[in-house]
Protein backbone atom coordinates (compact mmCIF):
# COMPACT_ATOMS: atom_id res chain seq x y z
CA UNK A 1 0.00 0.00 0.00
CA UNK A 2 0.96 3.93 -1.14
CA UNK A 3 -1.06 6.16 0.59
CA UNK A 4 -3.55 4.09 0.86
CA UNK A 5 -3.72 3.13 -2.61
CA UNK A 6 -2.76 -0.85 -3.58
CA UNK A 7 0.88 -0.62 -5.85
CA UNK A 8 -1.19 -0.95 -8.95
CA UNK A 9 -3.98 1.53 -8.32
CA UNK A 10 -1.20 4.10 -7.32
CA UNK A 11 1.03 3.26 -9.89
CA UNK A 12 -2.03 4.51 -12.28
CA UNK A 13 -2.38 7.58 -10.57
CA UNK A 14 1.69 8.15 -10.91
CA UNK A 15 1.15 7.33 -14.14
CA UNK A 16 -2.02 9.78 -14.56
CA UNK A 17 -0.50 12.61 -13.40
CA UNK A 18 2.44 11.92 -15.30
CA UNK A 19 0.20 11.96 -18.78
CA UNK A 20 -1.89 15.18 -17.49
CA UNK A 21 1.71 16.81 -16.93
CA UNK A 22 2.98 16.02 -20.63
CA UNK A 23 -0.10 17.16 -21.89
CA UNK A 24 -0.93 20.18 -19.77
CA UNK A 25 3.03 20.63 -20.85
CA UNK A 26 2.64 20.67 -24.65
CA UNK A 27 -0.24 23.30 -24.46
CA UNK A 28 2.04 25.39 -22.13
CA UNK A 29 4.76 25.01 -24.73
CA UNK A 30 2.13 26.07 -27.65
CA UNK A 31 1.44 28.85 -26.01
CA UNK A 32 5.02 29.90 -25.18
CA UNK A 33 5.74 29.55 -29.06
CA UNK A 34 2.88 32.33 -29.75
CA UNK A 35 3.58 34.26 -27.02
CA UNK A 36 0.84 33.61 -24.76
CA UNK A 37 0.53 32.96 -21.01
CA UNK A 38 -1.90 30.05 -20.10
CA UNK A 39 -2.04 30.40 -16.32
CA UNK A 40 -4.59 27.60 -15.92
CA UNK A 41 -2.89 25.15 -17.75
CA UNK A 42 0.42 26.82 -16.19
CA UNK A 43 -1.01 25.49 -13.02
CA UNK A 44 -1.94 22.31 -14.00
CA UNK A 45 1.26 21.57 -15.86
CA UNK A 46 3.45 22.47 -12.89
CA UNK A 47 1.36 21.26 -9.59
CA UNK A 48 0.85 18.27 -11.88
CA UNK A 49 4.74 17.64 -12.58
CA UNK A 50 6.05 18.17 -9.42
CA UNK A 51 3.31 15.42 -8.04
CA UNK A 52 4.58 13.15 -10.71
CA UNK A 53 8.41 13.52 -9.43
CA UNK A 54 7.26 13.68 -5.74
CA UNK A 55 5.08 10.59 -6.26
CA UNK A 56 8.07 8.43 -7.85
CA UNK A 57 10.13 8.23 -4.76
CA UNK A 58 7.15 6.83 -2.70
CA UNK A 59 7.37 3.45 -4.40
CA UNK A 60 9.80 1.16 -3.09
CA UNK A 61 13.39 1.18 -3.91
CA UNK A 62 16.77 -0.42 -2.87
CA UNK A 63 18.92 2.01 -3.73
CA UNK A 64 19.14 5.40 -4.87
CA UNK A 65 19.84 4.90 -8.86
CA UNK A 66 18.94 6.54 -12.17
CA UNK A 67 14.75 7.44 -11.68
CA UNK A 68 16.03 8.86 -8.10
CA UNK A 69 18.22 11.10 -10.11
CA UNK A 70 15.85 12.15 -12.87
CA UNK A 71 13.46 13.01 -9.93
CA UNK A 72 15.82 15.01 -7.77
CA UNK A 73 16.83 17.13 -11.18
CA UNK A 74 12.88 17.68 -12.05
CA UNK A 75 11.82 18.95 -8.61
CA UNK A 76 14.64 21.32 -8.73
CA UNK A 77 14.28 22.76 -11.96
CA UNK A 78 10.50 22.76 -11.02
CA UNK A 79 11.12 25.33 -7.87
CA UNK A 80 12.89 27.49 -10.17
CA UNK A 81 10.21 27.51 -12.64
CA UNK A 82 7.56 28.10 -9.66
CA UNK A 83 10.13 30.60 -8.26
CA UNK A 84 10.82 32.89 -11.30
CA UNK A 85 7.04 32.95 -12.45
CA UNK A 86 4.97 33.10 -9.11
CA UNK A 87 7.82 35.04 -7.21
CA UNK A 88 9.54 37.13 -9.70
CA UNK A 89 6.68 37.30 -12.50
CA UNK A 90 8.86 36.57 -15.28
CA UNK A 91 10.12 40.00 -14.94
CA UNK A 92 13.93 40.51 -16.62
CA UNK A 93 16.20 37.45 -16.80
CA UNK A 94 13.71 35.38 -14.27
CA UNK A 95 11.84 34.72 -18.04
CA UNK A 96 14.49 32.91 -19.26
CA UNK A 97 14.78 31.16 -16.37
CA UNK A 98 10.85 30.08 -16.59
CA UNK A 99 11.32 28.94 -20.03
CA UNK A 100 14.08 26.84 -19.79
CA UNK A 101 13.10 24.87 -16.31
CA UNK A 102 10.01 24.67 -17.59
CA UNK A 103 10.41 22.90 -21.08
CA UNK A 104 13.55 21.68 -18.90
CA UNK A 105 10.99 19.80 -16.45
CA UNK A 106 8.52 19.07 -19.30
CA UNK A 107 11.41 17.40 -21.36
CA UNK A 108 12.61 15.40 -18.49
CA UNK A 109 9.13 14.12 -17.93
CA UNK A 110 8.64 13.33 -21.97
CA UNK A 111 12.12 11.39 -21.12
CA UNK A 112 10.84 9.28 -18.85
CA UNK A 113 8.25 8.47 -20.69
CA UNK A 114 10.25 7.39 -23.85
CA UNK A 115 11.97 5.17 -21.46
CA UNK A 116 8.69 3.59 -20.10
CA UNK A 117 7.24 3.25 -23.92
CA UNK A 118 10.29 1.01 -24.31
CA UNK A 119 9.97 -0.85 -21.41
CA UNK A 120 6.42 -1.39 -21.99
CA UNK A 121 5.18 -1.56 -25.29
CA UNK A 122 6.11 -5.15 -26.46
CA UNK A 123 6.73 -3.81 -30.06
CA UNK A 124 9.15 -0.84 -28.85
CA UNK A 125 10.46 -3.22 -26.33
CA UNK A 126 11.61 -5.83 -29.14
CA UNK A 127 13.31 -3.15 -31.02
CA UNK A 128 15.58 -1.82 -27.38
CA UNK A 129 15.50 -4.77 -25.07
CA UNK A 130 18.27 -3.17 -22.80
CA UNK A 131 17.50 0.55 -23.40
CA UNK A 132 20.69 1.47 -24.88
CA UNK A 133 20.02 0.21 -28.58
CA UNK A 134 19.92 2.58 -31.72
CA UNK A 135 16.00 2.55 -31.97
CA UNK A 136 16.19 3.86 -28.57
CA UNK A 137 18.51 6.27 -29.16
CA UNK A 138 17.23 7.28 -31.79
CA UNK A 139 14.03 8.29 -30.28
CA UNK A 140 15.69 9.97 -27.14
CA UNK A 141 17.88 12.35 -30.13
CA UNK A 142 15.17 13.23 -31.73
CA UNK A 143 13.42 13.69 -29.10
CA UNK A 144 16.37 15.81 -27.24
CA UNK A 145 16.56 17.94 -30.61
CA UNK A 146 12.86 18.60 -30.69
CA UNK A 147 13.15 20.37 -26.89
CA UNK A 148 16.23 22.48 -27.74
CA UNK A 149 14.60 24.04 -30.43
CA UNK A 150 11.04 24.63 -28.57
CA UNK A 151 13.44 25.88 -26.00
CA UNK A 152 15.04 28.40 -28.62
CA UNK A 153 11.77 29.42 -30.02
CA UNK A 154 10.32 29.69 -26.96
CA UNK A 155 13.24 32.10 -25.70
CA UNK A 156 12.84 34.19 -28.78
CA UNK A 157 9.26 34.33 -28.67
CA UNK A 158 7.77 34.07 -24.94
CA UNK A 159 7.50 37.80 -23.70
CA UNK A 160 4.44 38.14 -21.76
CA UNK A 161 4.31 41.38 -19.51
CA UNK A 162 5.31 40.53 -16.21
CA UNK A 163 2.32 40.41 -13.94
CA UNK A 164 2.39 42.61 -10.94
CA UNK A 165 2.41 41.10 -7.34
CA UNK A 166 -0.65 40.66 -5.62
Known amino acids: ??????????TDFHVAL??????????VLLGMLKDRRLPGWTAVFLVTTIAT????????FTSFGPPEIVGV???????????ALYGYHLSGAWRSVYVVSALFALYLNAF?????????IPTLHA??????????LVAQSILLVLFVLAGILSLRRF????????
Open 1 to 10: MILGMSVPAF
Open 18 to 27: SLIGLLSGAI
Open 53 to 60: SATGFLFH
Open 73 to 83: ISLVVLAAAVA
Open 112 to 120: VGVVQAFQK
Open 127 to 136: LAPLGNEPPF
Open 159 to 166: HPMPVAAT
